[in-house]
């Protein structure tokens, strides 16, 4: 790693490609996002541009839960599928045909525990599948049998009102996860566990408790509620041997009386370390570094997204970067092995929560919410971005991004905290921006530059995840049903498949015996941002379901 | 708070029903608290990230029973024990009145008697309360091992007799922790179930206990164990220990 990049000072074509290799999957695809470096990237290029008319679905399984959306990022290694159901219903399936190899239902939990029905993905590694599930629990089954191995109960959801709704990540002997929560009164963390017998290796609180540096960032005792909950899936280098993750904003989300003291300097590090990226030693779980994005947030600006690490050249420098947007839309380009603020770019085009961002990364002109007023914020607590996480090409050099253009009025309250409950503190319905006839777009972004290289806009909302290929293409899917990939380099759309029910899931690339396979998740259910958006469009109704539809090029054709 | 257990008392000592404006009043506060919270109900009912309430011809005994027991497989949770007696009555009650229902019933007998009530605990029980389930005390808090009042893991069968002092309690014995052995690794454990699928057993090696299931015959018990109850307790001082075992004994009366 260290040679290519200085090789990559004089020649940054072969630096270019050897990155290429640390982001890129291949035949496998081994986790949450690709690789470990988040890019939803494969380097397959049996299915391009030039032959992508001709795939055809070859095979669909229907898991038979549907609860709530699929949403899970399938697992592909060495020719079989991990995948789980919102309901944690695993299933080990042969990736070329969809045969059932095994499968494994995690006991429902009691309707007395709170939170929503949902499941990101399983992580696959130590010869075992781990998941997370609604009532707090951590399960490692065996990969070859689907037989439970271990279980380890990490929090009580009807305590904390916290459920694991996130991927793991598996990060050399340790599976390390995140949790939800962090709009309700609860203090966000993560977790790291030895895969071998379930055993904690490390936790690692968002917010410092007292003697812990950052502390004094937060008023009073409101740092034992004070949110952050880091609900998404982090990334991991190597060679750094650091683990990124972002964090979740502070609670209450829209009033920040009882958590930031009056007169507060909000131009950095306030209520640490939520709204931030932040990079973990991998073995002890230690804090190396942090960037916070929204000091103070007072929008429901997460920062919990996913983490792209890149290497590119800026200003004339190579660099081992990361990408992270904020679910503002403002996204950050870092130095990810010092945090080193790089640049950064606003993805929404409708935005009025800040005027704009200095050239070192400062906000301008924040537009808080505020007692007693009612104030029209966007993008709104939805998301310019919602989980769904974008792509990076490394031919193209573009991030693909999934932006919504949704408002809210937001009318803040000061009630006090109550341990697991809602601690949102506001009325915030979404709305629709007016004088607009498309509410959503996909962006090729160059992370370099900053600019918007093209966008194809989309009139309802996008809420499935990106993934791009060497085919030179970005597959997506709609709340229509639509599955479609569009043309890399420019976006123009060359195919379209219409899978019958809506599309919230995360599409993944792999190959079986040479063959490239395309595989995508769809079902829509109305539970949290679907639902925003289905408010939005009441006369659109998306259809529910819950099956897995895989394409590839016929037989003959390759 | 403080409006629910005047609320409470009024309910119980005094008579149901009281001014029916006061508890719609309370309901939507209720409600807007603890159900039209952005990602789940709208306000006052209106579409939001569950389904929309308002004008959906729900009869009273029907939210009552949507409200105590959820609804499966969905966001919706049970709020029997998540709502006091009287938050219970009134959201219900407010829910109604979105309903078309313009005076509901909030009596005993009503659709309301059937719900449960939490239990209020006061003093150095309710401080032991909280110590016991302690957030800030990460898993050096007794609810990792035990449930009590619907809170905690069950690691440890449920605490049928309460040890009289903070003393006691650090000497307890625990004849039910064995040691495990298992590919050459001894371990403290806690003995499930044995059978044909597998050996199912609590690692007690570390907090949080893991729980295994090895292959059958794969773990050999011995009967004794160094793991003691005193060494996964010393995130509490002596007067916490006692307030906790002020709890227990109240917790199990209830």
């Known amino acids: 790693m260290m040679v290519s990049m200085r090789f990559s000072l004089f020649l940054f074509t072969i630096s270019s490609a050897l990155a290429q290799d640390a982001g890129a999957t291949r035949a496998d695809w081994p986790h949450y996002g690709g690789t470990h470096f988040s890019w939803r990237y494969s380097a397959l290029d049996q299915i391009n541009t030039a032959n992508v008319k001709a795939i055809t679905p070859v095979w669909m399984f229907q898991t038979g839960d549907y609860a709530d959306n699929l949403q899970a990022t399938p697992i592909v290694v060495d020719g079989v599928m991990y995948l789980i159901t919102a309901r944690a219903r695993v299933f080990a399936l042969d990736a070329a045909t969809g045969r059932e190899i095994w499968r494994y239902q995690y006991p429902d939990p009691p309707r007395s525990v709170p939170g929503f029905v949902g499941n990101r993905g399983v992580a696959v590694g130590d010869g075992k599948v781990f998941f997370g599930t609604k009532d707090d629990s951590m399960v490692a089954l065996d990969q070859r049998s689907g037989r439970l191995l271990w279980r380890v109960n990490l929090d009580d959801a009807r305590q904390c009102g916290c459920n694991i709704t996130a991927a793991p990540l598996v990060v050399k002997d340790k599976v390390i996860v995140g949790g939800t929560g962090g709009d309700g009164a609860h203090r966000g963390y993560i977790t790291a566990l030895n895969t071998k017998n379930g055993r904690l290796a490390w936790r690692w609180y968002v917010i410092p408790g007292p003697g812990e540096k950052g502390h004094e960032t937060w008023k009073g005792d409101s740092w034992i509620f004070g949110g952050g909950s880091p609900w998404l899936t982090g990334s991991f280098d190597p060679g750094l041997n650091l683990v990124y993750w972002g964090t979740g904003n502070a609670a209450a989300d829209f009033y920040d009386g009882d958590r930031v003291a009056a007169g507060a300097d909000k131009s950095k590090d306030v209520n640490l370390y939520t709204a931030s990226v932040v990079a973990l030693d991998a073995d002890t779980g230690k804090l190396r570094w942090h960037y916070q994005e929204v000091p103070d947030d007072l929008w429901d600006y997460d920062s919990a997204y996913e983490v792209l690490l890149i290497d590119r050249e800026f200003r004339g420098r190579m660099r081992q970067a990361l990408v992270h947007m904020n679910k503002s839309g403002l996204t950050s380009v870092l130095d990810r092995g010092t945090g080193e603020f790089l640049g950064s770019f606003s993805v929404p085009e409708v935005r009025n929560w800040i005027s704009g961002v200095t050239e070192d990364g400062k906000l301008v002109g924040r537009n808080e919410p505020k007692l007693g007023q009612t104030i029209s914020i966007c993008p709104s607590a939805a998301g310019a971005k919602s989980w769904n996480s974008m792509a990076y090409s490394p031919r193209t050099g573009f991030l693909y991004v999934p932006a919504n253009e949704i408002c809210n009025d937001i009318t803040p309250n000061n009630r006090g905290p109550e341990e697991g409950r809602n601690y949102m503190n506001a009325e915030f319905p979404v709305k629709l921006p007016a004088g607009r006839t498309t509410y959503s777009h996909v962006d090729a972004w160059d992370p370099v530059t900053g600019k918007r290289a093209w966008s194809m806009p989309y009139k309802y909302l996008l809420l499935a995840s990106m993934l791009a290929t060497a085919g030179d293409l970005v597959f997506t899917g709609n709340p229509e049903g639509e599955f479609f990939a569009l043309d890399a380099k420019t976006g123009n759309k060359l195919w379209r498949y219409q899978t019958g029910a809506g599309n919230r899931g995360s599409a993944v690339s792999y190959a079986v015996n040479g063959r490239q396979y395309i595989a995508t998740p769809t079902g829509w259910h109305v539970s949290v941002v679907g639902a925003m958006a289905q408010s939005l469009f009441p006369d659109q109704d998306w259809r529910l379901g819950s099956t897995l539809v895989v394409f590839a090029l016929p037989e003959n054709s390759r | ?254």
């Open chain 2, 1 to 254: 708070m403080t409006r629910a257990i005047l609320l409470l008392l009024a309910g119980t000592a005094l008579a149901w029903p009281q001014d029916l404006a006061d508890v719609l009043k309370q309901g939507e506060q209720v409600f807007a608290k603890s159900c039209a919270t952005g990602y789940c109900h709208g306000v006052r009912g209106g579409p939001g990230g569950a389904p929309r309430l308002v004008g959906r011809h729900f009869d009273q005994t029907y939210i009552s029973n949507v409200v105590t027991r959820g609804v499966p497989d969905t966001g919706m949770p049970s709020f029997a024990a998540r709502l006091s007696r009287p938050e219970l009555v009134a959201v219900v009650a407010y829910v109604a009145t979105l309903n078309g229902i313009a005076s509901p019933n909030v009596g005993p007998g009503g659709a309301a008697s059937m719900l449960s009530s939490r239990p209020t605990l006061t003093g150095e029980a309710a401080r032991g309360a909280r110590l016991f389930m302690d957030a800030v005390r990460g898993f050096g808090r007794c609810s990792t091992c035990h449930e009590v009042g619907e809170i905690g893991t069950s690691v440890a069968t449920p605490i049928a007799k309460v040890p009289p002092s903070a003393v006691e309690l650090k000497a307890l014995a625990t004849p039910d922790v064995k040691t495990g052995t298992i590919d050459g690794e001894s371990m403290p454990v806690l003995l499930l179930s044995e059978g044909k699928q597998g050996t199912v057993f609590y690692d007690l090696t570390s907090v949080p206990p893991v729980q295994r299931n090895v292959e059958p015959g794969s773990v050999k018990f011995t009967d004794r164990s160094n793991w003691r109850h005193s060494s996964v307790i010393q995130a509490y001082d002596d007067s916490e220990l006692a307030a906790i075992l002020t709890y227990l004994k109240a917790a199990i009366k209830l």
